[in-house]
């Protein structure tokens, strides 16, 4: 499993996206452009169909777009009346990418501020990410994907990239936007001496101006306005590589592990004509177009120079005064530095090609081993939004407010992939279920080879083939969509789609009947009826299932099911792959199950191949190769940790860090799993929690569009995201457009489990300050006293071991554990909560002889705050501690004069009423261990 993970480094197509292939990547950066003059494309260059394809595998578009602080991303979360059936409240959420702006305030340095305004505003549009995932494709005909799709542009489309791209490397490109006279508007661009016309299209938008929305320009303005965003800063002094933090490609690694990078028009041009073109006919038609231009350019450039003979010398800074000067006389310096950059003499190219060969022999190697659809949490489908589909009408609800979390659903794509799975042919095929229906069948020719990541279109398409099945077996929340969670409705959906196939139904039926017994009594029957199940159902017949916890409980529609986690292994070639469906009232979740039998060895030495060639290489491409290697090699080494690999390590040094820049983060791969957003939430919640932010604050913005990324009307979702609020009272006064507050969490979405994980990370692992630590600590006993959470919680045996690891080494020990036990005291004070206290105390009084060698010190300081007169007559302890609990009462015995003083009748009642209190809980002990026997 693990040497399987490393197919996801650079190889996996996304064929709906049909982007260019690796091996056609090779053979483009084999073709001479120019044969008189043997020229190659520069390997190492910004026209390399390589670097894009390494940025966009990268994911650092997608983390600029979607997270980036200088975005404001337009969302709202809305308590509405509603109930589930549960009397929790249901929630409106409603994201609207097309409303995204940039904040006005990003810089105090006035210029810089334009820029990164402009800069952003741009990214925007030119990425409307109008289904929350990275796209250049927008609704609105305005947008400049809209105008370079149009019938009658497509032909000259590839000047116009080849102009913007060319703008881009500071170079002036006369393609005029002339928009001066109403209804005539044009965009054009010729060669030097007028001769050719390389574009010639009218920017009009509608011929019938009474199709124009109120203050809309009846033209392309998003089209002009990218051109003039790039001529206004071609020779700008921030463009300048001797102006401090200018915007440049990285000149050294430690400049690009910085980011800025991400703020350049290089990366926002070659990161779109990376989505845009999708054919290897395409780009080679691109850098033909770029081809010419420049040397149109290069050829003229000379007599340009003629004109200004006693313009700047080329190492003179530009003022606005010289600009013009500085432009034309750098014109040959600029336009030879863009030539040489995108383009080589073959045979240097060749030899520069060569510093490639480890990627490419990389994925010959990984493709002989790829033997399940997916090899690593990342490329599991991941749940989302979607829309309501009319199977009647075979349309999508538009209507942004019913939209709903397909948790279960995509669940459900995760196991029929693993089903349709031909390993032989690397291939998704129903052709082994003659029975599918036609909307399953259908699907699996569109979506016929795995994927890297799960697209917004692929999860509403996968819609068509499980909603609104018209099924009284099968249960829906909500217009027939939204699956219910439990295994049974899973396995009626499952069936439908598969054509109810007898035997199948059969096994369904008897699962099914286990439903109407008060606990489950075979779940060996169960697995083994699932696994006959999976046998005929998948392509790949060596699949077996596992099930762990299973339990009857009831659905969010309060009916019976069955609810646990599934694993399912397959095998192919002597391997072993796996993934989890773990099934949850009201949830779904799908893992991936690492497999240590595999050797990684041969992976893992051709990734540091890859690390140490393009180590040697001082250029942008190398810094880009290397870094992605570098976190490709660090997923691998984190494929066993529960949730796949997460830099926690850079994120709590960004997020703690007053001065540090989140551009960081976006390089360390693609932040993309509720997971990685959910730690980022707790780290800001947990680091933050003694200071008081501004709204401006880079990281309140950051995590104010991490949170708006996840699917905030889903319960499940709310409880990853929101568990570290209850560390930081500030934390819903950071997000004004979230009508959700701890007390909402506390009281409604409350998880036990996750809070303890999250604790558990803080004081292990955050390595915070003292005074944060205590904060987090203070702040969480305050948010928990709501909704009657305290004393349940605060009995929890992690809780005490969390504690002690805090209060240890020694010096701190009793006056860390004084500190705790003070806090709780006036917490519950504060809060009405001094009934619990001492039921609280009594609990870690019996964990603290926890351990190879209790504590005295420890054991007596708990004891010494143990108030027996405030608990109840009948008191009993609500753990079950089995043998443990006679080694207390020897100990107890043993050390009686540490506990209680012969001369003080209320110290030997209390010695003798906790005694009492454990010889209880020995004898329902003893008499639980007899009714099993």
């Given at each position: 499993?693990?040497?399987l993970?490393?197919l996801k480094?650079?190889?996996?197509i996304d ?14 950066e ?7 003059k ?9 026209l390399s169909p390589?670097r ?12 600029k777009?979607?997270?980036a ?8 979360l809305?308590k ?13 959420y ?12 990003i810089?105090?340095?006035k210029?810089?501020n334009k ?11 030119m990425?409307?990410?109008a ?10 005909p ?13 032909p000259?489309s ?13 170079v002036d490109?006369?393609?005029i ?8 508007e ?32 009846n033209?392309?303005t998003?089209t002009a ?5 790039l001529?206004?800063?071609?020779g ?6 001797s102006?401090?933090?200018a915007?440049i ?6 400049q690009f ?20 073109i999708?054919?290897?006919k ?8 770029v081809y ?16 200004y ?28 530095k863009?030539?040489d ?6 045979q240097?190219?060749m ?6 060969a480890?990627?490419y022999?990389?994925?010959?190697w ?8 997916f090899?690593?949490?990342t ?8 829309q ?8 999508f609800?538009?209507?942004?407010t ?9 669940a459900l ?6 089903l ?19 909307n ?6 569109n ?5 890297e ?12 083939a499980v ?7 099968i249960?829906?929340k909500?217009?027939?969509n939204e699956?219910?969670?439990?295994l049974?409705n ?8 598969t054509?109810n ?7 369904v039926?008897?699962?099914?009947s286990?439903c ?11 697995q ?12 790949n ?8 916890s299973?339990?009857?409980a ?7 099911d069955?609810?646990?986690?599934i ?11 796996g ?6 009232p009201g949830h ?7 497999n240590?039998d ?13 690390e140490?060639?393009y ?5 942008y ?5 290397k870094?992605?290697?570098?976190i490709e ?16 390590k850079?994120?709590?040094k960004y ?13 360390l ?9 959910a ?7 947990s680091?933050?929690?003694s200071q ?7 990281k309140?913005r ?11 009307d ?8 929101f ?7 500030r934390a819903?006064e ?16 409350f998880?036990?489990?996750i ?6 990370d ?5 390595k ?17 006293s709501y ?13 005490y ?14 006056d ?7 806090s709780?005291?006036?917490?519950s ?8 206290v001492d ?10 002889f ?13 004891y ?11 008191y009993?302890?609500s ?22 003083n012969?001369?003080?009748?209320q ?9 009492s209190?454990?010889e209880s809980a ?10 099993t026997?």
């Open positions: 499993m693990k040497l993970y490393a480094l650079l190889f996996m064929a709906m996206s049909a982007r260019i292939e690796l091996n056609e990547i090779m053979a483009i084999e073709i001479v452009f120019d044969k008189e043997g020229l190659v494309i520069n390997p190492h260059g910004p390589l894009g394809y390494i940025l966009y595998k990268g994911g650092y578009m997608y983390n777009r979607l997270h602080p200088e975005i404001d991303t337009m969302y709202t809305k509405t009346d509603k109930l589930t059936e549960y009397k929790d409240p249901i929630y409106e409603i994201k609207k990418p097309a409303n995204d702006i940039a904040y006005t305030d810089s105090i340095e210029a810089r820029y990164l305004v402009r800069f952003h505003t741009q990214l925007i549009k990425f409307p990410c289904d929350g995932s990275l796209s250049i494709v927008a609704g609105r305005d947008a400049i994907t809209s105008f370079l799709t149009k019938k009658e542009v497509l000259e590839m000047y116009i990239l080849a102009a913007l791209f060319l703008m881009s490397e500071q490109i006369p393609i936007a002339e928009v001066k006279e109403e209804g005539q044009r965009l054009a661009l010729k060669s030097m001496d007028e001769n050719r016309t390389y574009v010639d299209q009218s920017l009009v938008l509608y011929e019938d101006s009474k199709q124009l929305k109120d203050e809309e320009k033209y392309h998003e306005g990218v051109i003039s965003f001529r206004s800063y071609i700008d002094r921030l463009m300048h590589p102006t401090k933090n915007f490609e990285p000149t050294n690694y430690e592990l910085t980011g800025e990078f991400l703020n350049t028009p290089q990366f926002l041009l070659q990161s779109y004509i990376f989505e845009f999708d054919t290897p395409k780009y080679i038609e691109f850098v033909e177009s010419t231009l420049l040397t149109d350019q290069i050829v003229h450039a000379e007599l340009s120079t003629d004109k003979p006693d313009s700047p010398s080329s190492s003179e800074m530009p003022t606005n005064r010289n600009l013009t000067l500085y432009k034309v006389k750098n014109s040959k310096k600029v336009l030879k863009a030539f950059r995108c383009f080589i003499d073959r240097v190219g030899a520069r090609l060569e510093l490639n480890p990627i022999k990389l994925k010959e990984v493709d002989r081993f790829r033997t399940f659809p090899n690593d949490s490329q599991l489908p991941a749940y989302t939004r979607v309501l589909y009319k199977r009647k009408d075979d349309e609800e538009k209507e942004e019913k939209k709903y979390s397909n948790c279960v659903e995509t794509l995760g196991i029929l992939c693993a349709a799975y031909n390993p032989m042919e690397n291939i998704y095929t129903t052709d082994h279920i003659p029975t599918a229906s036609a399953l069948q259908e699907f699996f020719k979506y016929n080879t795995p994927l990541t799960t697209d917004q279109k692929m999860h509403q398409e996968w819609c068509r909603a609104d099945l018209g099924k009284d077996c249960v829906y909500t217009e027939n699956i219910v969670s439990g049974v899973i396995l009626y959906v499952l069936s439908e789609i054509g196939i007898p035997k199948v139904v059969e096994i039926q008897f699962i099914e286990m109407a017994n008060e606990y489950l009594d075979n779940t060996n029957a169960i083994e009826k699932i696994s006959e199940v999976f046998k005929l159902l998948s392509k017949p060596e699949v077996w299932i596992i099930c762990d299973l339990k009857l009831k659905r969010s529609t309060k009916q019976t069955i609810f646990g986690k694993t399912v292994y397959y095998s192919y070639k002597n391997t072993e792959n993934m989890f469906m773990d099934i949850r779904a979740v799908l893992g991936i199950v690492a240590n595999f050797n990684t060895g041969a992976i893992k030495s051709k990734l540091k191949k890859i140490q060639v180590s040697t290489l001082p250029n491409m190398g810094y880009i190769t870094q992605y290697a570098s090699l660090a997923k691998i080494y984190h494929i066993e940790d529960e949730f796949g690999y997460i830099p926690k850079q994120i709590r997020l703690s860090s007053e001065n540090s820049n989140v551009l960081e983060l976006f390089l791969g693609k932040i993309y799993s509720l997971e990685c957003k730690f980022i939430i707790w780290s800001f919640f680091s933050t929690a008081s932010l501004p709204l401006t604050n880079p309140v950051f995590t104010k569009n991490i949170i708006g990324s996840t699917s905030l889903d319960a499940a979702t709310r409880q990853g995201v568990g570290a609020s209850v560390f930081n009272p819903e950071y997000y004004p457009t979230i009508e959700y507050m701890t007390q909402d969490y506390i009281k409604h979405d998880d036990s489990e809070v303890l994980y999250i604790l558990k803080v004081f292990t692992w955050s915070y300050s003292e005074d944060v630590l205590i904060e987090c600590f203070v702040n969480m006993l305050n948010s928990i909704a009657n959470r305290f004393s349940s919680f605060l009995k929890r045996y992690q809780i071991r969390i504690i002690l690891g805090f209060i240890k080494p020694e010096k701190y020990l009793l860390r554990l004084a500190w705790i036990m003070d709780v005291e006036k917490v004070l504060e809060n009405h909560e001094t009934k619990h039921d609280i105390y009594i609990h870690w009084f019996i964990y603290s926890d351990g190879y060698k209790a504590d005295l010190n420890i054991i007596m300081k708990i010494d705050k143990i108030d027996y007169s405030n608990l109840m007559p009948n009993k302890l753990i079950n501690w089995g043998e443990y609990y006679f080694g207390i009462l020897t100990f107890l015995n043993e050390r009686k004069d540490k506990f209680c012969k001369n003080n009748p110290s030997i009642k209390k010695y003798e009423g906790i005694k209190i454990i020995v004898e329902n002990n003893s008499r639980r261990s007899n009714s026997e």
